[in-house]
């Protein structure tokens, strides 16, 4: 038996419950685990989605805070909080004390009060303030500089690719009618990114300006003394209800749009370069997959094999190739490689992604020559250029959109933070970027790959990266990966980016701590991480939903609550489902509106999951349970991280 903790998030016990806090008019979260605010609301009105400290390496990696002597005092309309913090790794020993004030006129005011215990290379220590991307974007600000001049300006509706704002001492913007929020900074000097780059559903402040030189040592006994107040300005409106925490309700319904043909979907050939068996192969071609994705490091001595190799599984699968070719300053020599191996095999590709080593951005001149190369001996493959990394490094550094088919990037939650809440958040974005893109490439056809849990490769690394502890996973690795919450997450980047229009998606790996299922020896350590040889993860249940509707169409749904549940409809030959994932960990309510009176419902959860990880087969053999929908409505508790498939008699209404 797993422990059910383990099917809901990959860990061995639960988070701690987040604190409620009342400070006047204002609701919000305290994170115990971090010692940060999270949820700032005005009733049901997102004031600021939170407030931290952060200390970060020479590699831009968040410490893992430990927070101790925590002190609160609350009730009625205000708190006072007090605790310490230590910031410990390798060379790194930082500490800081948090002091958190709320009070009856809504005001909130964070301090911490910092010492460097040792000489260490950081990139940054401080506060950042997450101001909500959906509420904010495109939505006017005005901005009170170090120098005390005071502007206008306007958050980015398109993903911005640099700072909108820079030098602030002071930001200010309305969050409903005649009544505005201003975050206060003192101790540093403080500017704006647009975290949306990184699909951080967020526009943050934060300090130290990346205009200075970085990373900068730190000597032992260095003070780091910073505040942030937040104060409501003008009248408030009439009437403000408490925002709403616990299990909801949640109406999903069809939106009046027209539907979207589905994207090409894929998976990436295994890092750990293990033959699929029989099975593997069997459970994949399930899945109704369109490619693997294989990279190539064409400055490597093994690309040729990895290539086979790729070319060997994709036709076992029933897939073509999409092939990630990475240059090098030899490019011309190293094309000229490729196309030999082309002329020898005949290979199944249907896509060049066109990537370089020592560009964030390929340059124009080598998508020229590998169109030149390429294309005469793969006829009919697509060529895409743009970035191995995230969609920043797209952004900041744009291909020419002459001479391509596609642009391209990949997506992973986990840049600036950790936590489930933190991940689930990110799905908000992913469409930004798709929107974003589309705009940026000309209109292109836009091509996400890989989607991953975690980063594959540090882009914005300074130094060589800190060894690993003992028993410690890999950083490309994340528990969650074989969890319910990997399955929930999956399902809503696929929604967010079917419904936008994404041309071509590509997820994860296919077997593996990275992929959809386990290897048939599974993983040997380490002993956290329980090994299920020959099983399948949650999250393989969600492709195999999806690829039954292989060449259908994407309904466009209305959700009410779309930060706590996801929903994807798909239809295909006079048949349609609709899947339904809970991005909480509490139970969700949701109330479907179906188009017909009978439906069958099959549900994963904490109670099925383990039976169809074992056995995915039996699992999806079984119709699920029939329900009535009178009137068209079906209502369906959905418990923690939970994926429900809705499976219709007939095509449901446009």
Known sequence: MIPTQVLLDGSDRPASAPIRLRAGPLTMLFDVGSGSLRDIRLGDVE???GIYAAVRDRNWGTLTPVVTNLRIEAGGQGFHIAFDVDCRRDQIDFAWRGTIVGGADGTVRFEMHGEARSSFLRNRIGFCVLHPGESCAGRPCTIEHVDGTIVPGSFPELISPHQPFTQMRALRHEIAAGLTVEARMEGDVF?????RNWTDASFKTYCTPLALAYPVEIPAGTRVDQAVTLRLIDMLPPRISDATYGPTEVRVSYADEPARAMPRIGLAVAYHGQDLDAQE???LRKLGLDHLRVDLDLSSAVWQ???RTAAEQARAIGNSIEAAALLGDAAEEELAALAGELERSALPVATWLILHRGYRSVPAEHIESARRVLSPRSRGARLAAGTNANFAELNRNRPAASGVDMVCYSINPQVHAFDNASLMETLRAQPDTVRSARQLAGRLPVAVTPVTLRPRFNAVA???AMELAPGELPPEVDVRQMSLFGAAWTLGSMARLFEVGADSVTFYETTG?????ETV???????????LAGAVFPMYHVFADVGEFHGGRVLPLRVSRPNDVAGLALTSRGRTHVLLGN?????????????VPRVRVRCLDQDTTEQAMHSPEQFRADTGERQDAPHGFVRLPLRPYAVACVDMAGEAPT
Do not use: K
Request: a neutral charge; glycine letters at 14%.
């Open 47 to 49: 004031v600021i989605r």
């Open 191 to 195: 500017e704006m990114e647009d975290q």
């Open 281 to 283: 192969v069997r459970r």
């Open 305 to 307: 094999d990895r290539l």
């Open 462 to 464: 300074t130094g060589a």
């Open 513 to 517: 701590w990275r992929g959809v299922m």
């Open 521 to 531: 020896g599974g993983a040997s350590w380490p002993p956290a991480v329980p090994s």
């Open 583 to 595: 991005l909480r960990d509490g139970e969700q309510i949701v109330v479907l509106s179906t188009g």
